[in-house]
């Protein structure tokens, strides 16, 4: 029985272990290619990295030639604006604020700084048994420049109002690509009052429309509904059953 019990702990730990080298080595190259795209110092970005990254987007045409224009374009805007008006990280947080509710983006912003800042102080513990008092403190002022920067608003503030397709195509596929559960989880945060019997028949689609809607529409009801009155369209298609790709079978009682 003893023999039993350390056996099967030991097995299922080997399985697990041995799904997740599965798992990785199949999406190895993947993850490696798009890590480039959490840099936030986007100078130390290299052309060579963005066309690998290129390679993996299947689904849409990339031109090779486009996107070198582009991401030089945009890694020559970053170089030009990174010091200016207050550093980087105060444009974006601007522009973000000015994109975003306010509340929204302060919680996002807390989560993140919350995260980095336990990484720095980790790194900081581990940093001050190996240099001494006498150094400048190059590293630590290196990691205050831009920690409270989120990849994903670094980019979406250098692509705002510029013209580069296949940069733009790139950098929103791997932005598209969910870094754990929170993303899917939020779906259903945002809807939880749709939470009764007959939500896991919901399809994808309406799911999605759902959240668009509520993520991207900052409406009253009353504003919605005024707004809705301006849209016969949208009132014909609401009212229209053919939304509808199956019809309820009615319970018959005999008697």
């Known amino acids: 029985m003893i023999f039993l019990v350390i056996k099967l702990p030991k097995l299922f730990v080997h399985s697990v272990i041995d799904y997740i080298e599965k798992y990785y080595n199949n999406y190895k190259s993947l993850y490696q290619s798009i890590s480039i795209f ?9 052309w060579k990295s963005v066309q690998q990254c290129s390679a993996f987007v299947v689904n849409q045409t990339i031109d090779l030639d486009g996107l070198y224009n582009d991401f030089n374009h945009i890694k020559s805007k970053y170089i030009d604006l990174k010091e200016r008006f207050g550093g980087i990280s105060k444009q974006v947080e601007s522009f973000i604020l000015s994109n975003l509710d306010r509340s929204n983006y302060n919680g996002t912003s807390v989560n993140h700084e919350t995260s980095s ?10 940093d001050d048994s190996d240099v001494s008092d006498d150094e400048p403190d190059v590293k630590n002022k290196h990691k205050k420049t831009n920690k409270s920067i989120q990849p994903d608003h670094l980019w979406a503030y250098l692509l705002d109002g510029e013209h ?14 969910p870094g754990s559960t929170a ?13 009764n019997n007959n939500r896991t028949k919901m399809q994808h689609d309406l799911v999605g429309a759902e959240l668009k809607i509520k993520m991207n ?17 949208i009132l014909n298609k609401i009212r229209s059953s053919d939304k509808y790709s199956r019809i309820a079978k009615m319970l018959r009682i005999y008697q």
């Not at 580069?164 to 690509?177: C, D, G, M, N, Y």
Request: proline share 3%; aromatic share 14%.
């Open 38 to 46: 959490d840099e936030v110092h986007i100078e130390k970005v290299e």
């Open 117 to 126: 800042c336990d990484d720095c102080n980790l790194q900081d513990n581990l």
């Open 164 to 177: 580069v397709p296949s940069l733009r195509k790139l950098v929103e596929f791997v932005f598209a690509i």
């Open 183 to 195: 993303f899917c989880e939020s779906v259903f945060s945002h809807i939880k009052y749709l939470w």
């Open 217 to 233: 529409t900052h409406l009253t009801c009353t504003e919605f509904y005024d707004y809705l009155l301006t849209k016969p369209n």
